[in-house]
């Protein structure tokens, strides 16, 4: 039973547990909302009768979007469990406050609005909370396979919660019926924890995958600026916008004559109940069995004629006999296709349309344009209803109006989101992660065919990308032709593809890229082999007796990424003593060592592929290897294993050249649970300077608030290189996301601090330049010798180098108060050699930077970046530079080793990192004082 639920859902091992609890906080939530909104409708509509109806709508829609813009601004500071069961504690609560309330006999006018107001908003907030949550533990792969059940789920509470509603509401009282809401929303804050509890270190690794990607998508123009200038989004804005007015309509109508036909609020309640659940059967089965379908052969635009059509029948029927059956017509029309057909097909019209803008731009339409369609809609109802005194049939004629306009969009849209996709592919700009792209519509299949006709590798791989889950029949063409195409990338995944597809024999094929000169494709080929083998085990043993040593790796890699995806292949391979045996038996064949480490490089990546931690074994030694190429390797499997075993390992070489690049990826994969180990190292000033000045780099890529808050907290750290390092790992947090918080005071408070460092340096700059300018001005008077006069210049050149820095961290840190782009670019403006940019920085910075920060920091710009004394001196400066470093060069040819070890000092702390090579000659020197010396002057010289 089992294996067949597996089968069916397709649930992969270990992701049980986490979907069935899923699907229950689905089920509830909904189960409650489907309790509730039957209990809302009757109570008011017994209350003021249909009358009211139009002024409730007005003020749903200026309540949701007040409440929508609070919801937004706190919900970035409260980590995504904690949000969700804060809400779910207050609506627990404001639901015991409202029975008491009702038990008591309380039926205000102002009560009964508020809770109409409040279930309406209750629905939306829950609603996205568990979307939100389902995109949060589950990645996009996941998410196609799996939100099919959890949707299942939600719908499935629908019913339950409409039914329950018909059956117990003539039984319990309408009122009463509010206590099963507590209790389903009670059962979810303990599914809520459980789920958090089982997927939270997945939850940091997905969500510091996405918010890399959220860091390269943020658009900074108005998003009504942004609808207007693109037909696409200005059409797809129009059809959502007119399609919550004609609802809001429809509603008004269905919600009249059923007050009318059913005047008692018990028998009123249990008629919504039955409808909410009969119309959540029509949806989910016109979601199992015909969305999909209607998609594919009619498209995107044409599927969604369905709703206003359908509504459109049902409006002409209220205008005929405004009767209870009319009524249910329309509500069944609008209750079956618009969370079926309508809701897929809008969900794709959002494809095309660039990730960047569709993050500003779609949240917009959801909140903004809904809501004030539903306010729009309103006010149509009063004036119609109230100021003209029209009937509940003459609302038909609007509708059937506005669906006129609703259908005029979608035909103008049609064009429109075709040319969108066209461009869309050939600019590669839709999202790859977008849950939507399971899909096989027929405008937009043809577009993908056409690319896989053609030429371009580049556009090839992206579209084989997009459907590496859709399974179409109408491929199996172009995969067959595409097995053949030059580039191993494209092969590579087409015979990833081909295993989906049965009817798809490329064995021939597959066999002759065995001895592709190309790794991926032949490990790849040899997977496809096995798998449609009779007995895929048997298959892959013969490769691995095979000769040829690149058919040997290419088995072991091809059976590390079926080990990670098949529990039966687990029983028949013991994936660990094969490796072991492979590489002992290709180290002894390798004829010489670039083949020996071509055989570890990708070992490497075959463990990393396969997770198996009895493996981390030989990660451990290939880490320890003397080949920078096979520690490269093994560290990049380390980040996608992704284990903490290894976090010491990683931190031992966060300062290793040739290694740190690829040590900071891998640290990144951790997210939040490696910032706790980092602080350590950044705080500890006993800690190797190289790694401490490499961690604010990996705090930046992880871009969490904790990572701001560690950082903030350091800014005032006594090592300038240090700090530096610092101020440009929040500059890069604050431009890649945005969502994160600076403090400005701690902000404020450090620039202060490095104006005063700056007015000192300053002061000492200004003092030895005159000295020198009274030398230089007195040239009879011996008043400084000719050695003093270089050290002092060499020192006026380290100072204005210094105010350089300074106030470079000056503008850096004013960038985590302003826009980053604004601060960059009139620094650049002040320290350019052109007056007239000088000016135009100065005047941008007095009209935008706060009082007290424009009274310090003005006169400082104004009186200009000092320079050298003039050419001649700047040339002296740097020639007694030279000269010192020539000097310092002599000394280290020293015989004594204490001479050479305080002239080893010297160099690390003037920092003339062009004597790095002279330092590395002396590790050879012999002496151990003098070698451990070097070491560090160069660790400190390399950071």
């Known amino acids: 039973m089992e294996k067949l639920f597996r089968k069916l859902f397709d649930i992969r091992e270990g992701e049980a547990t986490v979907a069935t609890l899923m699907f229950?906080?689905?089920?509830?939530?909904?189960?409650?909302?489907?309790?509730?909104?039957?209990?809302?409708?009757?109570?008011?509509?017994?209350?003021?009768?249909?009358?009211?109806?139009?002024?409730?709508?007005?003020?749903?829609?200026?309540?949701?979007?007040?409440?929508?813009?609070?919801?937004?601004?706190?919900?970035?500071?409260?980590?995504?469990?904690?949000?969700?069961?804060?809400?779910?504690?207050?609506?627990?609560?404001?639901?015991?406050?409202?029975?008491?309330?009702?038990?008591?006999?309380?039926?205000?006018?102002?009560?009964?609005?508020?809770?109409?107001?409040?279930?309406?908003?209750?629905?939306?907030?829950?609603?996205?909370?568990?979307?939100?949550?389902?995109?949060?533990?589950?990645?996009?792969?996941?998410?196609?396979?799996?939100?099919?059940?959890?949707?299942?789920?939600?719908?499935?509470?629908?019913?339950?919660?409409?039914?329950?509603?018909?059956y117990l509401a003539p039984r319990f009282s309408t009122a009463n019926m509010i206590f099963f809401c507590v209790g389903f929303l009670m059962l979810c804050q303990i599914f809520v924890w459980s789920i958090w509890k089982k997927t939270k270190h997945i939850t940091y690794t997905q969500k510091t995958a996405r918010q890399k990607q959220v860091s390269q998508a943020r658009a900074q123009e108005n998003p009504v600026k942004l609808i207007f200038s693109s037909r696409h989004l200005a059409y797809?804005?129009?059809?959502?916008?007119?399609?919550?007015?004609?609802?809001?309509?429809?509603?008004?109508?269905?919600?009249?004559?059923?007050?009318?036909?059913?005047?008692?609020?018990?028998?009123?309640?249990?008629?919504?109940?039955?409808?909410?659940?009969?119309?959540?059967?029509?949806?989910?089965?016109?979601?199992?069995?015909f969305t999909g379908r209607i998609i594919k052969h009619l498209g995107v635009t044409t599927s969604l004629l369905f709703l206003p059509f359908a509504l459109m029948i049902g409006a002409a029927a209220v205008l005929i006999s405004p009767i209870l059956w009319s009524a249910i017509l329309i509500k069944m029309g609008d209750g079956g296709f618009k969370h079926s057909i309508n809701k897929a097909s809008t969900e794709l019209l959002a494809i095309p349309i660039p990730t960047e803008i569709k993050n500003r731009t779609k949240s917009f339409i959801d909140v903004f344009v809904k809501n004030a369609a539903k306010g729009v809609g309103g006010v149509l109802l009063i004036t119609l209803i109230i100021g003209l005194g029209l009937s509940v049939q003459h609302v038909s004629l609007i509708i059937i109006a506005l669906i006129v306009v609703w259908a005029f969009l979608i035909f103008r849209m049609k064009d429109e989101y075709v040319n969108s996709f066209r461009m869309a592919i050939e600019k590669r700009s839709i999202n790859?992660?977008?849950?939507?792209?399971?899909?096989?519509?027929?405008?937009?299949?043809?577009?993908?065919?056409?690319?896989?006709?053609?030429?371009?590798?580049?556009?090839?791989?992206?579209?084989?990308?997009?459907?590496?889950?859709?399974?179409?029949?109408?491929?199996?063409?172009?995969?067959?032709?595409?097995?053949?195409?030059?580039?191993?990338?494209?092969?590579?995944?087409?015979?990833?593809?081909?295993?989906?597809?049965?009817?798809?024999?490329?064995?021939?094929?597959?066999?002759?890229?065995?001895?592709?000169?190309?790794?991926?494709?032949?490990?790849?080929a040899i997977r496809y082999i096995c798998k449609t083998s009779d007995d895929s085990a048997s298959t892959l043993r013969?490769?691995?007796?095979?000769?040829?040593?690149?058919?040997?790796?290419?088995?072991?890699?091809?059976?590390?990424?079926?080990?990670?995806?098949?529990?039966?292949?687990?029983?028949?391979?013991?994936?660990?003593?094969?490796?072991?045996?492979?590489?002992?038996?290709?180290?002894?064949?390798?004829?010489?060592?670039?083949?020996?480490?071509?055989?570890?490089?990708?070992?490497?990546?075959?463990?990393?592929?396969?997770?198996?931690?009895?493996?981390?074994?030989?990660?451990?030694?290939?880490?320890?290897d003397e080949s920078t190429d096979v520690k490269q390797a093994a560290i990049t499997s380390i980040g996608r294993a992704s284990d903490k075993e290894f976090i010491p390992v990683l931190i031992a070489h966060l300062?290793?050249?040739?290694?740190?690049?690829?040590?900071?990826?891998?640290?990144?994969?951790?997210?939040?649970?490696?910032?706790?180990?980092?602080?350590?190292?950044?705080?500890?000033?006993?800690?190797?300077?190289?790694?401490?000045?490499?961690?604010?780099?990996?705090?930046?890529?992880?871009?969490?608030?904790?990572?701001?808050?560690?950082?903030?907290?350091?800014?005032?750290?006594?090592?300038?290189?240090?700090r530096y390092e610092i101020i440009k790992a929040l500059n890069k947090l604050r431009v890649k996301f945005p969502i994160l918080k600076f403090d400005p005071h701690v902000t404020q408070s450090r620039v202060l601090d490095e104006i005063a460092l700056y007015k000192s340096t300053l002061h000492a700059w200004l003092k030895q330049n005159e000295l020198l300018l009274t030398a230089q001005q007195k040239p009879g008077k011996k008043t400084l010798s000719d050695q003093d006069k270089k050290a002092r210049l060499l020192l006026v050149f380290a100072l204005e180098e210094k105010l350089d820095k300074n106030l470079e961290r000056i503008f850096r840190l004013l960038g985590m108060k302003y826009s980053p782009k604004d601060m960059i670019d009139a620094y650049l403006g002040l320290m350019s050699q052109t007056a007239k940019l000088k000016a135009i920085a100065i005047e941008f910075l007095d009209n935008i930077l706060e009082t007290q920060l424009k009274r310090?920091?003005?006169?400082?710009?104004?009186?200009?970046?000092?320079?050298?004394?003039?050419?001649?001196?700047?040339?002296?400066?740097?020639?007694?530079?030279?000269?010192?470093?020539?000097s310092i060069q002599f000394l280290l040819l020293s015989h004594d080793n204490w001479l050479k070890v305080c002239t080893i000092y010297l160099i690390a702390v003037l920092d003339y990192r062009e004597l790095f090579d002279s330092i590395q000659e002396l590790i050879h020197s012999g002496d151990p004082i003098v070698i451990e010396t070097a070491q560090l002057c160069l660790r400190r010289l390399s950071s």
């Open 236 to 289: 797809l804005a129009g059809i959502i916008g007119v399609g919550v007015i004609v609802a809001n309509l429809a509603d008004y109508q269905f919600l009249t004559i059923a007050s009318q036909a059913k005047p008692e609020a018990d028998s009123l309640t249990a008629f919504f109940g039955l409808w909410m659940s009969n119309l959540n059967i029509l949806s989910l089965i016109i979601q199992l069995f």
């Open 655 to 722: 300062n290793t050249r040739h290694l740190r690049k690829h040590v900071r990826e891998a640290l990144v994969v951790f997210g939040e649970d490696i910032i706790t180990k980092l602080t350590e190292i950044l705080e500890n000033p006993n800690e190797d300077r190289g790694r401490r000045m490499a961690i604010p780099k990996v705090m930046a890529m992880i871009g969490s608030q904790k990572s701001v808050n560690t950082l903030m907290r350091n800014l005032n750290i006594m090592d300038l290189l240090l």
């Open 24 to 166: 229950f906080y689905g089920f509830l939530i909904i189960a409650s909302l489907s309790v509730l909104k039957p209990v809302r409708n009757s109570l008011f509509l017994v209350r003021f009768g249909n009358k009211k109806l139009p002024f409730v709508y007005v003020l749903v829609a200026l309540f949701s979007a007040l409440v929508a813009v609070v919801y937004l601004r706190y919900s970035k500071k409260v980590r995504l469990n904690r949000l969700i069961q804060i809400t779910l504690f207050i609506a627990v609560a404001t639901l015991l406050a409202f029975w008491s309330l009702l038990y008591s006999g309380y039926e205000s006018a102002w009560f009964l609005y508020a809770f109409y107001i409040w279930v309406a908003i209750f629905g939306v907030i829950t609603g996205t909370q568990f979307w939100l949550l389902a995109n949060e533990i589950y990645n996009a792969r996941e998410a196609k396979r799996l939100f099919g059940l959890i949707g299942a789920g939600a719908i499935s509470g629908g019913i339950f919660g409409g039914y329950l509603t018909s």
């Open 542 to 624: 013969e490769f691995l007796k095979q000769d040829n040593y690149r058919i040997q790796l290419a088995a072991t890699i091809s059976a590390a990424l079926e080990w990670k995806e098949n529990k039966d292949f687990r029983r028949d391979i013991d994936l660990k003593e094969l490796i072991k045996n492979m590489l002992d038996e290709l180290q002894e064949k390798a004829a010489n060592e670039n083949e020996r480490r071509f055989i570890k490089i990708n070992t490497a990546k075959a463990i990393g592929q396969a997770k198996n931690p009895d493996l981390y074994l030989f990660l451990h030694d290939f880490v320890n």
């Open 432 to 524: 790859l992660e977008d849950q939507s792209l399971n899909l096989d519509d027929a405008a937009v299949f043809k577009s993908f065919i056409k690319v896989l006709d053609g030429k371009s590798e580049r556009q090839i791989l992206y579209v084989l990308d997009m459907l590496e889950d859709v399974k179409n029949k109408d491929l199996l063409p172009y995969l067959e032709k595409l097995i053949k195409f030059p580039s191993n990338e494209v092969k590579s995944s087409v015979l990833k593809m081909a295993l989906e597809y049965e009817d798809l024999d490329l064995s021939s094929e597959a066999q002759n890229l065995v001895y592709s000169d190309n790794l991926t494709v032949q490990a790849q």
């Open 856 to 886: 310090i920091l003005i006169p400082i710009v104004e009186a200009g970046r000092p320079e050298l004394m003039s050419e001649s001196r700047s040339r002296q400066a740097k020639r007694a530079k030279t000269d010192a470093l020539e």
